[in-house]
């Protein structure tokens, strides 16, 4: 079995040099030779929704059934090729990784053909127990965070702001530290994403005022991730007393998406035969397409039962990969 | 590492200068991310129904050593799931040959979760829910001092 799984890891290696090879230019190729890994993965811009994962699914098994190269492996065996790490999960020596860390990083998005997409990490403003931090000490982690996605070839950042109440409304200092943030992020080319999240959904405030400081400022450094849970059929959705659940249908996302970066494709239940039962998937893609959004679904599990004894998180992204392809027509 | 946030390999009593001066035990962290030291509410130590303050533990993670005040300022040293911490706990003659029933407690400060939260995940409240994703914050272990 062991034999077996070197000899595959070896084939696949020379697999991937070979694909790669084959639909990249040449001097692209040489720039790989040279070790500038980024411009081989940002040359080639792909058309559509993608397919990814993130690696936030593989929370129960990381550490334990599956490392760092096995994450990357399962996402290969889907024919996926994008990935979000949750930065503080999973690099190693987190904050401060060693350059012998982030050559292995490299090595495994060559070898396994995929593109970092999202970089997920947090503004932890209650970090210290007796006080928030202050507008300086919060763009301490926001700057370190940002070269550290740079350095890692990320061009979106799912960037966890610390939230003030139950709405998970941004505590009241978002703007003035993502305004800080904007150059620097202008400088590296990173799109700071927060996530619309149930119980959040399109309706709640604080997008609008995210929709709207992109508007004024005009910048191109600042989007969103939709998490695909706002979709969610609304006799599953939590709602407050006296409050009606409401879910979203897919068409409410189009006057979003010039501002939507990537997306997380949440799955809860997918059936045996290949259909998410409470996500209406055929119509959301189908409008990502009609409407030439670009970007990446990245699968992110939440379920709990993932921590379960015996339970292959794996198999169900799978499922969902299947159905996905199928509706992607790949 | 064991799926327990307590581990089994570990525990031991400790010496200096030939007299057993307390035990040490590892723990995990039971959560999907790294937390800064800072963020970490030290519950207490209980062996055998005695309870053990945090006065009387030191942490070592990534081979450092903190009292739980140098802990409450740490809030750019990071703890990773994948790296067990050292608790080093104060007790002159430390324990005795046999079986320990040992209880730990302790929980983080989640800052993209509702503030309400905080106040849920108490370490020294019995869990109401049981939050698999934030880390269990009440573990017990039964386990061999040789």
């Known amino acids: ?330 | 590492m064991e799926k327990q946030v307590i581990q089994s390999v570990g525990f031991r009593n400790i010496s200096s200068e030939g007299k057993v001066v307390g035990f040490q035990l590892k723990i995990r962290l039971p959560y999907y991310r790294g937390v800064y030291l800072s963020q970490i509410k030290m519950g207490s130590l209980v062996v055998d129904g005695e309870e053990i303050t945090k006065d009387h533990i030191i942490w070592r993670v990534n081979g450092t050593d903190y009292t739980w005040q140098e802990m409450m300022v740490s809030r750019n040293v990071h703890w990773s799931p994948l790296e067990l911490a050292t608790l080093i706990v104060d007790k002159p003659g430390g324990l005795k040959q046999g079986y320990h029933d040992l209880k730990y407690s302790y929980a983080c400060t989640h800052s993209y979760m509702p503030p309400s939260l905080e106040h849920i995940i108490d370490p020294y409240k019995e869990e109401m829910v049981y939050l698999t994703e934030f880390g269990h914050t009440h573990n017990s272990r039964r386990l061999l001092i040789v």
């Not at chain 1, 040449?26 to 993608?50: F, N, R, T, Y």
Request: hydrophobic share 35%.
């Open chain 1, 1 to 330: 079995m062991k034999e077996n799984n070197i000899s595959r890891r070896t084939f696949l290696r020379g697999m991937t040099t070979a694909a790669v090879a084959s639909v990249l230019p040449a001097p692209i190729m040489a720039a790989a030779a040279h070790g500038q890994e980024e411009s081989v993965l940002a040359s080639a811009p792909k058309k559509g929704p993608q397919r990814g994962v993130s690696f936030y699914s593989y929370s129960a098994e990381f550490g334990f059934e599956k490392n760092l190269e096995d994450c990357f492996e399962d996402v290969y065996d889907m024919g996926a090729h994008g990935i979000e790490i949750l930065a503080n999960m999973h690099i190693e020596n987190y904050p401060y990784p060693t350059d012998e860390w982030v050559n292995y990083w490299w090595s495994l998005c060559r070898k396994y053909d995929m593109t970092p997409v999202e970089y997920g990490h947090w503004i932890d403003g209650r970090v210290l127990q007796d006080r928030d931090l202050n507008v300086d000490e919060t763009l301490e982690y926001l700057y370190r965070d940002m070269h550290l996605a740079h350095r890692l070839g990320f061009k979106i950042m799912r960037t966890k702001m610390t939230v003030k109440d139950s709405d998970l409304a941004p505590i009241d200092n978002w703007k003035e530290v993502i305004t800080k943030a904007l150059p620097l992020a202008e400088r590296l080319d990173l799109v700071m994403c927060p996530e619309i999240h149930t119980p959040s959904n399109l309706d709640t405030p604080f997008v609008q005022e995210y929709v709207e400081f992109i508007k004024q400022t005009g910048t191109k450094n600042f989007g969103l991730n939709i998490d695909f849970s706002i979709f969610r059929e609304s006799k599953y959705i939590h709602a407050n007393p006296g409050e009606k659940p409401r879910s979203h249908t897919p068409e409410e996302i189009i006057p979003l998406l010039p501002y939507v970066k990537c997306c997380h494709a949440k799955l809860f239940h997918m059936s045996d035969d290949f259909h998410e039962t409470e996500i209406p998937y055929e119509r959301i893609l189908q409008i990502l397409k009609d409407n030439n959004w670009n970007g990446y679904l990245l699968s992110e599990y939440e379920g709990s039962d993932k921590y379960d004894q015996g339970y292959e998180v794996g198999q169900t992204l799978r499922k969902q990969h299947i159905m996905m392809k199928n509706i992607l027509g790949e």
